[in-house]
């Protein structure tokens, strides 16, 4: 069983930055693939970052140069920065685990963002 747990969510007026964490913990799980996910009222989930156990990232255009996404593989632990944040990056953001081959695919409960002035 892998639980997933992020934090960091908030209210932050826009041009903001916050801060988002997400460890998964679980016996002997080690994650290929952690990343982050969010939806907007009314809208489909979306990809927003991803990062690989070997330091490979990848990001949806919206975000690119304004939201990082790191890693501490020895904590199974990622984190998501982001700054300048806009009114439309408003959503429930999710953390999203995966085992190398999919086997294992594990979400978060979600942290909502809100950005407003």
């Known amino acids: 069983q892998v639980q997933v747990v992020e934090s960091g969510g908030g209210l932050v007026q826009p041009g903001g930055s916050l801060r988002l964490s997400c460890v998964a913990s679980?016996?002997?799980?080690?994650?290929?693939?952690m990343g982050w996910y969010r939806q907007a009222p009314g809208k489909q989930r979306e990809l927003v970052a991803l990062?690989?156990?070997?330091?490979?990232?990848d990001y949806a255009d919206s975000v690119k140069g304004r939201f990082t996404i790191s890693r501490d593989n020895a904590n199974n632990t990622v984190y998501l920065q982001m700054n300048s944040l806009k009114v439309e990056d408003t959503a429930v953001y999710y953390c999203?685990?995966?085992?190398?081959?999919?086997?294992?695919?594990?979400w978060g409960q979600g942290t909502q963002v809100t950005v407003s002035s």
């Open positions: 999203n685990v995966r085992s190398f081959g999919n086997l294992i695919i594990a």
């Open positions: 679980g016996n002997r799980f080690k994650p290929y693939i």
């Open positions: 990062s690989n156990s070997g330091g490979g990232t």
